[in-house]
């Protein structure tokens, strides 16, 4: 009796100094097995050619053809651009109006609430339902904003296939799409601002231009930091939006990374060489993040 007391209290004891090990436990096995297992099931895959015969992989352990191949991939090089041109001035616009759309709806007075919940409608449409409209608002033929360009005279204007226009068409509704995301981070950045701190600033007799610069930005830039990086990733991410307006067209003008990793594994089918294009892609996600964290820091640094 005394005995299995005894080993119901060791028991006990056991589970009361390791329960923090022990309530993580699950969580950690299934980040194992849906985060570590498939890393790892890529750069098996990265470093092998892997072809199809008789409805069955065959694996050949071929460490340095993928990598070769990723080295004299022209197309990839040219995604790449696309991408980087992509991300940089989409997400440049979209901080611009997010901030200045921020200021001037916190500005407004009981009619804040309802617009914002009328700029936040773009991010709650379904990708391909703003694909699509947009696909039917560039037509060449009759979409809408020919129709307005020849009702003024001018001739059309080939939107989606014109290797000049294209890539600036899709980051106009990467635009429309994304500035009510930016817009929301940073409204609520402004309504934090102390406004004993903007009141005072009035009474100094600071314009509105001085409390715009010199108080609200200095004080949610951090907030815009967060913004930019958010954002950024996800533009670099981008599929959905040039897979349905454009699909890499015309030529190679608006090929981005995300949709030339798709070519490569379900068209190509050549799953070697697409796990070393992600291989790629993470590590060039890490080194922006490690460049981002440290820029980050130093801002914070100096503020300091």
Not at 141 to 165: C, E, K, M, R, Y
Not at 176 to 202: G, K, M, N, Q, Y
Not at 281 to 304: M, Q, S
Request: proline letters at 4%.
């Amino acid at each position: 009796m005394t005995a299995h007391s005894d080993r119901k209290i060791t028991v006990s004891d056991f589970v009361d100094r390791h329960f923090h090990w022990l309530a993580l436990a699950p969580a950690v096995i299934f980040l194992l097995l849906l985060t570590v297992y498939p890393v790892v099931e890529l750069i098996a895959m990265a470093l092998s050619t892997i072809t199809f015969e008789r409805a069955s992989e065959i694996w050949s352990f071929t460490p340095g053809e993928n990598f070769q191949q990723l080295l004299d991939d022209d197309i990839f090089r040219i995604a790449l651009k696309n991408t980087a041109v992509f991300a940089l001035v989409s997400v440049l616009i979209e901080v611009f109006f997010g901030l200045g759309l921020a200021i001037l709806v916190s500005s407004t007075g009981k009619s804040k609430g309802f617009i914002r919940t009328v700029l936040i409608i773009p991010i709650l449409m379904p990708p391909v339902a703003i694909g699509s409209m947009w696909k039917l608002m560039y037509s060449l033929d009759f979409g809408v904003l020919n129709q307005a360009i020849t009702a003024v005279g001018l001739p059309p204007v080939n939107w989606l296939g014109s290797t000049s226009l294209a890539l600036l068409s899709v980051v106009i509704v990467d635009v429309w799409h994304w500035t009510p995301f930016v817009f929301l981070i940073l409204f609520a950045a402004v309504e934090a601002v102390p406004s004993d701190v903007v009141e005072a600033a009035r009474i100094d007799g600071a314009s509105n231009r001085s409390i715009i610069f010199r108080i609200i930005i200095p004080l949610i830039w951090p907030t815009i930091l967060v913004a930019l990086f958010f954002r950024t990733i996800l533009a670099f991410k981008v599929f959905d939006q040039i897979f349905l307006l454009t699909s890499g067209g015309p030529g190679t003008s608006t090929e981005v990374v995300s949709l030339h990793l798709y070519k490569v594994y379900f068209q190509q089918n050549d799953l070697g060489y697409g796990s070393m294009l992600s291989l790629a892609v993470i590590a060039a996600t890490l080194a922006f993040i490690w460049v981002a964290h440290r820029a980050g820091r130093f801002v914070r640094a100096k503020d300091a």
